[in-house]
């Protein structure tokens, strides 16, 4: 069964504000997540990632944490923009490298 | 660079009747994969290959689907006949080899059947 993606289906951000995305996950010997972006139209695309050894990860504009102790995760937004207008989904390898998708949070970004 | 491509962009078929997804993965990535996402919903693998070999095909519903990856390189997936619940997006990706490398996906083909 799915493993990952328990996500809000929607949220919506004043363009500046930073914006936090929420995934839960039901593995605990997961190691391994990736965010995703995916704009309409697109297919999705890498932002970042985080393995289990770490709690925190930075990108550019990008900030993702884990906790494991409550098997969550979140990607926070910095400034977030019109751009940024998209579905992100948390996503886990499997054994097998098959990603586990979650539903995905389709973020609007208000102008 | 080119990323994955994917052709047709959009295909609008009535059910029963045969479609083709064609997808040219990134040059020097040896793993291919297909992908079906309905609207709403995350992706979900179909099938993985590992150059020429299926080796991940547990999703692919056999009776009506099947994929092909002659020479390791271009692939692709048939439906026949297609059925009114395969209306979906199909994604391919591609991959390097070894564990956790970055899947990059193509643009997908929009699939309506009527």
């Known amino acids: 069964g799915e493993s990952v993606g328990l996500h809000l289906p929607t949220l919506s951000v004043q363009e500046g504000d930073n914006s936090i995305i929420n995934c839960a996950y039901s593995n605990s010997a997961s190691d391994y997540f990736i965010w995703y972006k995916q704009e309409s139209g697109k297919g999705p695309q890498f932002i970042i990632d985080i393995r289990s050894n770490m709690d925190k990860r930075q990108g550019q504009r990008v900030t993702v944490l884990l906790n494991k102790t409550v098997k969550h995760l979140s990607l926070q937004i910095a400034a977030t923009q019109p751009g940024d207008s998209a579905v992100y989904f948390c996503?886990?390898?499997?054994?097998?490298?098959?990603?586990?998708f979650g539903s995905g949070t389709q973020l609007t970004v208000l102008p | 660079e080119a990323g994955v491509v994917q052709s047709p962009r959009y295909k609008i078929i009535e059910k029963k009747q045969p479609v083709a997804f064609w997808c040219n993965p990134i040059s020097g990535h040896n793993t291919l994969y297909w992908y079906r996402q309905n609207l709403g919903q995350g992706p979900e693998l179909l099938i993985r290959y590992e150059n020429e070999e299926a080796v991940d095909d547990s999703q692919l519903p056999k009776d009506r689907f099947s994929a092909e990856r002659l020479k390791g390189v271009d692939s692709t997936l048939k439906i026949q006949p297609a059925e009114l619940g395969d209306s979906a997006v199909y994604l391919c990706?591609?991959?390097?080899?070894?564990?956790?490398?970055?899947?990059?996906f193509g643009p997908g083909t929009r699939l309506t059947v009527l």
């Open positions: 996503a886990e390898p499997g054994a097998a490298r098959q990603l586990t």
């Open positions: 990706a591609s991959s390097e080899d070894g564990p956790y490398n970055e899947q990059f």
